[in-house]
């Protein structure tokens, strides 16, 4: 996975130097940017296929796509933060996830302007390069920083968002969006931020970051306090002190909207 995500980067890098240029251009850079997201899943799939014939996939771009060995699949996001690619913003990354037997098992999310490759695997830790990773010790809310994604044009969910972050806000010592799931989840792995909450989210946003926190000591669930997050879509990451805290907040912005 980690070969897979380095090799499809050289090409990333590339393009985003190039976006960096068309950002100024009359044309703008989105179709340059689409065909970057096509071409980096596409050598990912290559890439990954060559290394376990079989495997099927679950694909931004491509959707599901079935293989012979009906156990694993990998779960792809070829560039989360696309948004920030395309408006020239060096905050983005390759996602990929593998699924066993309906249970993701291991993630790399891998950011290519850092260098930063951020790794787990179920019961082997989560590691960011070479360092182990631990969540953030932080138990107060007032100390705590959490990451999210604010729903746009065209996506649900905008008045629940208010009311989610008119909570969060009062409590805590701050709100980030960075504007990529991916990197959101690693970050909380990395102990960076306490926590991260988001709603209408994709599994290939989020599965290879899910494995990330989980294997660094912290806990996700979805909006119930339940493991569903990749089909909910709904997703609550953060420490073990205050993933409780978080949900609670969250869960009465959602009591009072309703
Ligand atoms: C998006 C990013 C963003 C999140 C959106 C996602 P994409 O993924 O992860 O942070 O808020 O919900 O769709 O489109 O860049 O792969």
Same mark, same amino acid.
């Given at each position: 996975?980690?070969?897979?995500?380095?090799? &499809? =980067?050289?090409?990333?890098?590339?393009?985003?130097?190039?976006?960096?240029?068309?950002?100024?251009?009359?044309?703008?850079?989105?179709?340059?940017?689409?065909?970057?997201? /096509?071409?980096?899943? $596409?050598? /990912?799939?290559?890439?990954?296929?060559?290394?376990?014939?079989?495997? !099927? @996939?679950?694909?931004?771009?491509?959707?599901?796509?079935?293989?012979?060995?009906?156990?694993?699949?990998?779960?792809?996001?070829?560039?989360?933060?696309?948004?920030?690619?395309? *408006?020239?913003?060096?905050? @983005?990354?390759?996602?990929?996830? /593998?699924?066993?037997? !309906?249970?993701?098992?291991?993630?790399?999310?891998?950011?290519?302007? *850092?260098?930063?490759?951020? *790794?787990?695997? $179920?019961?082997?830790?989560?590691?960011?390069?070479?360092?182990?990773?631990?969540?953030?010790?932080?138990? $107060? /809310?007032?100390? =705590?920083?959490?990451?999210?994604?604010?729903? @746009?044009? !065209?996506?649900? !969910?905008?008045?629940?968002?208010?009311?989610?972050?008119?909570?969060?806000?009062?409590?805590?010592?701050?709100?980030?969006? @960075?504007?990529? &799931? =991916?990197?959101?989840?690693?970050?909380?792995? &990395?102990?960076?931020?306490?926590?991260?909450?988001?709603?209408?989210?994709?599994?290939?946003?989020? =599965? &290879?970051?899910?494995?990330?926190?989980?294997?660094?000591?912290?806990?996700?669930?979805?909006?119930?306090?339940?493991?569903?997050?990749?089909?909910?879509?709904?997703?609550?990451?953060?420490?073990? *002190?205050?993933?409780?805290?978080?949900? $609670?907040?969250?869960?009465?912005?959602?009591?009072?909207?309703?």
């Amino acid at each position: 996975m980690m070969n897979a995500a380095r090799k &499809a =980067a050289r090409g990333l890098i590339r393009d985003f130097g190039e976006v960096e240029n068309l950002q100024v251009s009359m044309k703008g850079p989105a179709d340059f940017v689409s065909s970057a997201d /096509l071409k980096t899943e $596409k050598l /990912l799939c290559q890439e990954l296929s060559k290394a376990r014939p079989g495997y !099927g @996939f679950l694909l931004e771009e491509g959707g599901a796509v079935a293989g012979s060995d009906t156990s694993n699949r990998w779960i792809i996001d070829p560039i989360d933060g696309t948004t920030n690619f395309l *408006h020239g913003i060096p905050h @983005f990354c390759i996602s990929i996830a /593998l699924e066993r037997d !309906g249970e993701v098992i291991a993630g790399v999310v891998y950011e290519p302007i *850092h260098d930063e490759m951020f *790794h787990a695997e $179920k019961g082997a830790g989560a590691y960011l390069n070479e360092r182990r990773l631990r969540v953030s010790a932080r138990r $107060k /809310l007032e100390e =705590a920083v959490f990451a999210t994604g604010i729903p @746009f044009k !065209g996506r649900p !969910g905008h008045e629940q968002f208010v009311a989610d972050a008119t909570q969060v806000m009062a409590t805590c010592a701050g709100i980030r969006r @960075f504007g990529s &799931a =991916a990197l959101d989840l690693a970050y909380v792995a &990395a102990g960076r931020y306490e926590g991260y909450w988001e709603s209408g989210i994709r599994p290939w946003d989020i =599965a &290879a970051g899910i494995v990330l926190v989980k294997e660094a000591g912290g806990y996700v669930t979805d909006m119930d306090g339940k493991g569903e997050m990749l089909t909910t879509g709904e997703v609550v990451a953060a420490n073990d *002190h205050l993933h409780s805290s978080i949900l $609670k907040l969250l869960n009465t912005a959602r009591a009072a909207k309703s």
